[in-house]
């Protein structure tokens, strides 16, 4: 058995062992019903930047050692694509790619391009949350400063029907993934699976001291495809980055350890994120009442009769020790959000879905360890689906459409005033209900 497969046979181990713990501590699946098919979830980063890229600043060696340094499983080496790297930098750093897992045999890295024209065979979801959380941390970057650096403003060149609230960040996530019943719930309402991830887009670490290094005559990216090896100064420099896993985390549902298992986890919706580290685990089951079967989990379709009741089973691990901020990560609430599923919008350009709002929450202050939330739900005239959001309880108030569909919503903060670690949260992807004859 090699390094990596043992890896995965001690992660599904505690993957098992939470779920023995679950069952005796708190209600579960009904007596009789078969386990759930198994998943372990793999922790990764999708959006890292290298000397491969023309505005980053660091080796391969120094990105792979910071993500096995905090926890992550996979990671992506998400290059800008100009000409320097189309001509040089493509090749040299597929090089770096192989000597990077020759040197790492237990992390997956994975060889990326960061592309702007998406389509519909590629793309399977966005960032709910972007890179740069570390942007407003007070005194660093000025008194205009926001989360994700998100400091554009309308312009004549603009979408008209972008809001300007539309250009913050809310609990650190854009407000696309952010508003219940906004944007990413139009397209959930349309019964499409897409996803949302979270990720560092690491360019430039804060409170880091390295700087780039410097050119040879007649030396430019271009030319090159790569920059030169950094140079540490002992002084910090500018960033608003964090190191890949150190606050974004996604996490992918799979079966086995291995690439092709990552990216099936992907395309399949079996995605969970969190920042801050706040939970150490989190398993989302959907079963019919009266069904001993598996269920269903992240990313999947339930079917099931009008008027059947059914069951969400909310497997909360939580967080065990301190993140690297030095803080124990504490949940304070689950929120479970639904919404009809209705096809095709009349007006896709509106961006909402009217029908969707938070339906439970659920008061989780002070429970440690891991406990299962038991949560009934019926399946009325229409299929639905849902999907769950929780955070520290650190800041929150009325969500962007009304607290009517979201009474604890994240919010926006202060500019120059944005502390990431002081107001984290999880999203989940959704599970659908397909109601028969629907």
């Not at 609230?165 to 959930?188: E, H, I, K, N, R």
């Amino acid at each position: 058995m090699n390094s990596s497969d043992e890896q995965f046979r001690r992660r599904a181990a505690r993957h098992a062992a939470s779920a023995a713990t679950t069952r005796s501590a708190g209600p579960g699946p009904p007596r009789g019903a078969r386990s759930p098919p198994h998943l372990a979830h793999l922790v990764g980063d999708h959006h890292v930047h290298s000397v491969y890229s023309h505005d980053a600043k660091y080796t391969f060696s120094q990105q792979a050692q910071a993500a096995a340094k905090y926890g992550l499983d996979w990671m992506v080496f998400n290059e800008h694509a100009n000409f320097g790297h189309a001509r040089y930098g493509a090749a040299l750093e597929h090089q770096e790619i192989l000597k990077a897992r020759a040197e790492n045999p237990r992390q997956l890295v994975f060889q990326g391009l960061e592309w702007y024209i998406p389509a519909p065979e590629i793309m399977i979801g966005m960032e709910g949350a972007p890179g740069a959380q570390g942007a407003a941390i007070p005194g660093r970057r000025g008194s205009t400063s926001i989360r994700g650096e998100y400091e554009n403003k309308p312009s004549a060149n603009s979408f008209a029907g972008y809001p300007a609230d539309a250009y913050l960040t809310y609990g650190g996530f854009d407000w696309a993934a952010a508003t219940v019943g906004g944007l990413w719930d139009s397209m959930l309402a349309e019964g499409r699976l897409f996803s949302i991830t979270t990720n560092s887009d690491n360019h430039r670490t804060v409170f880091d001291t390295w700087k780039n290094g410097d050119w040879q005559p007649g030396q430019n990216f271009d030319d090159t495809g790569r920059l030169p090896d950094p140079v540490d100064t002992d002084t910090p420099q500018p960033g608003s980055d964090f190191w890949p896993g150190e606050f974004s985390r996604t996490h992918v549902g799979v079966t086995r350890y291995g690439y092709r298992a990552v990216m099936t986890g992907l395309r399949a919706g079996r995605v969970w994120l969190d920042h801050g580290h706040l939970l150490d685990g989190l398993d989302v089951r959907l079963k019919r009442d009266c069904d001993f079967g598996r269920g269903v989990t992240l990313g999947g379709r339930l079917r099931v009769r009008r008027g059947e009741r059914i069951t969400l089973y909310v497997t909360v691990t939580t967080a065990s020790r301190a993140n690297p901020q030095g803080i124990l990560p504490e949940l304070a609430h689950v929120d479970v959000i639904r919404g009809a599923v209705r096809g095709a919008l009349a007006d896709r350009d509106s961006w909402q879905a009217p029908d969707t709002k938070v339906v439970r929450s659920k008061d989780v202050s002070g429970r440690n360890g891991t406990y299962t939330l038991r949560i009934p739900l019926t399946a009325g005239d229409e299929s639905f689906y849902v999907r769950l959001r929780g955070s520290d309880g650190h800041r929150h108030g009325a969500g962007y459409l009304g607290a009517a569909i979201d009474p604890h919503g994240p919010v926006t903060h202060e500019p120059g005033n944005g502390d990431p670690w002081a107001d984290t949260w999880f999203y989940s992807n959704p599970i659908f209900v397909d109601v028969a004859g629907v």
